[in-house]
């Protein structure tokens, strides 16, 4: 064996800490290292060709980069190496960078003697690898786009435009989604449906594209090269066959029920059509309120349907597709004010929202665009349109849902508009942000022209009732109180998550950010892709935007959606699950763990095989091994032995303490890395070992990380709801569990084994959660 | 030539010597080419242990000082010692009397059971306890170990018949499930099940939620127990590569998100994981690790 070890100094930046001689003389010691070189640019270009040439050169078979996070330019050296016939399988990185150098910049020392440690580990586990061997699997061309607002309609028209099957799902009966029911678009007042309208016609025309009205995801299965997703199409008990949507029906069911297209302020039937330009354009029944359904007693619309369309028996289909990949375009849902007390939204019936307010005014809406006071139906004679509910608050979301400003200024101009110049219209905001195409001109004409008054708030604000009269009383930025009473008052609420993302994100396996919508893999480069690389984003899903952006995102989503599938196949560099036939039983305890039903039991029950497509790698079933036959090629159980021996073995001077921090390769990797992005310090005792999940460390090798001389173990698990492999996290912790109480029965100090939960890649929390898990662990070793 | 036997048993109950006896019409062909030289179990006669003996059959663990000075006494005259049985061989159950502190146990016996009550520990012509009940392999080398409370008579007779031929015996280095017959789990169980209810023909106990040591356990026996649906209690010890054989039961039943086990107090965890085997476990290594600090 010849192992070649590769020194970075980055430009210095990770030198000013580490003390390379002493790194370098040490690698010199450590065994079967037949070459080691320090550079300063091992990613740059000239570098990595003396890379390749060196390998065949020296005929290095193993390799160890010693440099930044593999994350990072891992991708630069993969190919470097290949060029020279090296597989993935015989390369390893010890990150001195994000995890070292920068972390410790107050211990030189400490983190010299880490850095050792990380570097011996490397090699130790390098030697233990295999060569990897890559195989191609075709993808299958197909897309499904979930949700069908204007994003998901726009991904899946971009797509069929190219060739591509789409299934456009849709868990309402109709497409189309908030834009249909907007009336007018700012800052130009177009009339949205009009924009909105031939694209819904030219989606569920389109050839390429399968759409699913009223269908429900319920199931997502990744099959490694493709997603095999199950929905639900919900029975809607109407023959959508035989249905001419002539709404007869609608008109004579006796059942009114809240409509959930008017944000409640109107009724609906029990048959209904959303909105007079669904598509398609069919009644659906809601099972909850109609009395037929509900007590069997009524049925007076399958007596007038002159179609006879009405199947009060229809049941739920179960429908199976499998796709190359996935565009999420789930949108959001308007915050609920009624959670704000100072608003007092649900006592007051003349508080309303701005999408109650806009379909108020919808001449085709549910009030036939008559616009009135909804308790005693007056016109109003002064309206008083409040922002930021729900945005920029501490108490819900600290972001600007940024489309709220505009929609405000819209409503405002379409009151005076349509209905009366005369009305007396303040918006109360504590910025207008005006920051689009037009949109200061817009702002200017609605404040010059039609008069509407903009006035500035502090953080006091409150909606009273004084004398039958509605007062809005806020807190001026001069500190003094104001009062503006109204007719009318309007909430331009926030932009939340729509329901089910987190359950999405959990099927998915795509991880949310802070505020609850889907996290883009970079906020700034790769927006509409997602950690999941067969998973994309569409519109506001994402976060809080208007049409124009969410438009653009579904464009940008499509693209990358062709991108994947044009590939035509997933290579797969085949770290996949390998079974030791002498050892393995067949005792099906990794069946019961494969998070992908990889693994099933062979013709004669004799011992498990792995499915090399589905299989991902993640180590599950070399966890719960009890006899260690079954493990990733890579990470199997003398992998992570010899990477801990590494670490562990012999002391170092200057480092009499390692606890070991076992870490999942996904998020708590990341985030392990941006914390070191960010410079954030934390105690250089703690050293990171990448795992492939956390679920794939066995309470045998926690106990046996203590037992082999580290001071403590740390598990960083990523959240259980948001684990790529589904049980993964919850395995962690309930391991961590029988650890902790194995060592308290034992008379020990259960501290000794901590295990953390990171939500997404947040690197701050990772600091905050090493500095008290490693604080803890130092205390128990102390008592 | 006849090979010359002993037999001995120190802290046990004798049933790994019934099972010799067990073997039946494969123990007379035997003793055609076997001396019984020593055997007080057996022939229920105390003479001094005689030299040259080519194997010993030691059941039992180390409980007293006096097993400790018999089983020096048997490796100085035996060419080849095998621990017979579970407790010889792992500690077996008595092993789980390492949970309590020893001389605590011999207060309780002495002076608060009914028969003994107020009577004085006797403290002359009997052995001292020893702190830890030992395996045999704490106090003399071991040659071999035969696995089973108790071990199975065929394999006796077929580890008996081997080192007779002049061979080394070999254990199987396999586990119980090797050798069940029942359909496999793919599932983790829905719920943990207690022993006494009744569970379905054909089915992994495992997956129908009944705790079976078999994953874990050395195969050999031919899976007796599993085979009539009782759920293996791991009398034959860890199969060759497992860490240790309580804790991967205890780790694979959290992994199926069993939280019932995951807060199970030391004495319950050992008689459940480890019953035979606790003396010898990383559950008591840790304890004992404890204690020296």
């Known amino acids: 064996m010849k192992i070649g070890v590769l020194l970075c100094n980055c430009g210095d930046t990770i030198s000013t800490t580490l003390d390379y001689e002493a790194l370098t003389s040490f690698i010199q010691t450590l065994p079967n290292v037949k070459y080691a070189e320090t550079r300063g640019d091992w990613c740059q270009r000239e570098s990595l060709q003396i890379l390749t040439q060196t390998i065949t050169k020296k005929k290095l078979d193993r390799l160890v980069i010693a440099a930044c996070s593999p994350h990072l330019f891992g991708t630069r050296f993969y190919d470097a190496a290949e060029e020279a016939g090296m597989t993935r399988g015989q390369i390893t990185f010890a990150n001195i960078r994000e995890h070292c150098a920068w972390v410790h910049k107050e211990n030189p020392q400490g983190a010299t003697a880490k850095a050792k440690r990380l570097i011996r580990s490397a090699v130790f586990r390098v030697a233990a690898q295999s060569p990897t061997t890559t195989k191609t699997f075709p993808v299958t061309q197909e897309v499904l786009v979930l949700g069908a607002g204007i994003a998901g309609i726009q991904a899946a028209l971009d797509l069929a435009d190219r060739g591509i099957k789409v299934h456009l799902v849709e868990k309402e009966p109709t497409i189309g989604g908030h834009m249909a029911v907007l009336n007018k678009t700012y800052p130009t007042l177009d009339c949205s449906i009009c924009i909105l309208g031939p694209k819904m016609a030219e989606a569920a025309t389109h050839p390429n594209i399968e759409l699913y009205p009223y269908t429900d995801l319920v199931d997502a299965e990744n099959l490694g090269k493709d997603w095999l997703l199950t929905l639900n199409k919900k029975a809607t008990y109407v023959d959508w066959d035989k249905c001419t949507g002539c709404m007869q ?3 004579k069911c006796p059942t009114r029920v809240d409509d959930e297209w008017s944000w409640n302020i109107a009724k609906r039937r029990a ?4 909105f007079s330009q669904s598509v398609p354009r069919k009644v659906t029944i809601d099972a909850e309120h109609c009395k037929m359904l509900t ?14 369309a009405i199947d009060y028996e229809m049941k739920d289909e179960i429908i199976k597709v499998e796709v190359g990949c996935v565009i999420l375009a789930t949108g959001f849902k308007e915050f ?16 309303i929202t701005q999408m109650q307010f806009i379909r108020m005014m919808d001449s085709v809406g549910p009030f036939g665009g008559k616009l009135e006071v909804p308790s005693d139906g007056r016109k109003p004679e002064k309206i008083v349109m409040l922002q930021c509910v729900g945005s920029r608050d501490e108490r819900y979301s600290w972001q600007c849902s940024s489309y709220c400003c505009m929609a405000a200024i819209k409503h405002a101009e379409l009151a005076k508009l349509e209905y009366d110049p005369n009305i007396d219209i303040t918006i109360v905001a504590r910025d207008i942000r005006a920051g689009g195409k037009g949109f200061e001109e817009f702002y200017v004409r609605a404040r010059d022209e039609y008069n509407i008054k903009v006035v500035y708030r502090g953080d006091d604000l409150e909606i009273v009732q004084k004398n039958g ?9 001069d500190g003094s109180t104001k009062s503006l009473a109204a007719d009318l008052v309007v909430l331009s609420c926030a932009m939340t998550p729509s329901p089910g993302t987190q359950e999405l994100a959990n099927l998915f396996g795509v991880p949310l950010g802070s505020l609850g919508f889907y996290k883009a893999l970079d906020e700034k480069v790769a927006l509409s892709r997602t950690d999941v690389n067969s998973v994309y984003l569409a519109g506001t899903c994402h976060g809080p935007k208007d049409i124009p952006e969410s438009v653009e995102l579904a464009g940008a989503a499509a693209e990358q959606a062709s991108v994947w599938l044009s590939t035509q196949t997933v290579s797969k560099d085949l770290d996949t699950a390998i079974v030791n036939t002498d050892l393995c039983n067949s005792c099906g305890l990794c069946i019961s763990a494969c998070p992908s039903q990889a693994i099933s039991l062979d013709k004669k029950n004799e011992c498990v095989i792995v499915d090399e497509v589905r299989c991902q790698g993640c180590g599950e079933c070399m966890a719960i091994c009890p006899v260690g036959a079954i493990g990733p090629l890579n990470t199997n159980p003398t992998v992570l032995d010899s990477a801990l021996e590494g670490l562990l073995s012999n002391s170092i001077e200057g480092s009499d303490s390692v606890i070991v921090g076992f870490a999942c390769n996904e998020c708590v990797y990341r985030a392990i890395d941006e914390a070191g992005e960010e410079r954030l310090q934390y105690p250089a005792d703690l050293h990171i070992l990448e795992v492939p999940c956390t679920g794939s460390v066995s309470t045998p090798k926690v106990l046996q990380t203590i037992e082999d001389g580290a001071t403590g173990v740390i598990l960083f698990a990523c959240d259980s709801k948001l684990c790529h492999y589904g049980r993964g996290a919850r395995m962690a912790n309930s391991r961590a569990q029988v650890v902790r109480n194995v060592l308290t029965q034992s008379g020990k100090d259960p501290n000794l084994v901590q295990v953390a939960q990171l939500i997404g890649r947040d690197a701050k929390e990772f600091a905050a959660i090493a500095q008290k898990a490693v604080a803890s662990i130092q205390r128990s070793n102390r008592s | 030539m006849t090979v010359r036997i002993a037999t001995m048993g120190m802290a046990g109950c004798s049933g790994c010597h019934i099972a010799l006896l067990d073997t039946g019409v494969e ?10 030289v020593y055997s007080y179990p057996i022939v229920d006669a105390k003479n001094p242990i005689p030299p040259n003996i080519d194997v010993a059959l030691i059941e039992g663990s180390i409980r007293t000082n006096h097993d400790k000075e018999m089983a020096k006494a048997m490796r100085k005259q035996a060419k080849f010692v095998i621990a017979f049985g579970a407790c010889s061989a792992h500690g077996g159950v008595n092993g789980l009397a390492n949970t309590f502190d020893a001389q605590e146990g011999v207060e309780y016996v002495y002076h608060k059971t009914l028969l003994m009550a107020q009577k004085q520990v006797p403290s002359e012509h009997v052995p001292q306890i020893l702190p830890e009940n030992l395996r045999l392999s704490d106090v003399v080398k071991v040659d071999f170990i035969i696995p089973g409370c108790p071990p199975h008579p065929d394999e006796i007779a077929q580890i008996i018949t081997t080192l007779l031929a002049g061979e080394t015996p070999k254990l199987s280095s396999k586990s119980i499930c090797d050798e069940c017959p029942l359909e496999r789990l793919t599932e983790p169980p829905k719920q943990l099940r207690r022993i006494h209810e009744i569970p379905e023909q054909g089915i992994c106990l495992l997956s129908q939620g009944f705790l079976c040591m078999g994953p874990a356990t050395r195969a050999g026996c031919g899976a007796e127990c599993t085979r009539r649906l009782m759920p293996c209690t791991g009398c034959r010890g860890p199969s060759e590569t497992v860490w240790d054989q309580g804790i991967v039961m205890l780790d694979a039943l959290a992994a199926m998100e069993k939280d019932e086990i995951t807060n199970f107090k030391l004495s319950r965890l050992a008689g459940t994981f480890a019953r035979y085997t606790y003396a010898s476990s990383k559950l008591d290594n840790l304890r004992k690790g404890l204690k020296k600090k």
Request: aromatic share 6%.
């Open chain 1, 295 to 308: 007590d069997g007693k009524c049925g007076v619309c399958a007596k007038i349907c002159p179609a006879e």
């Open chain 1, 249 to 251: 029906c609608t008109e």
């Open chain 2, 27 to 36: 123990l007379l062909n035997l003793l055609k080419d076997v001396e019984l």
């Open chain 1, 271 to 274: 048959i209904y059509m959303p």
């Open chain 1, 336 to 351: 609920d004010p009624s959670v704000v007390p100072e608003l007092h939204f649900e006592e007051n019936p003349d508080v």
């Open chain 1, 469 to 477: 009269k509605l007062v809005v009383r806020y807190s001026d930025p």
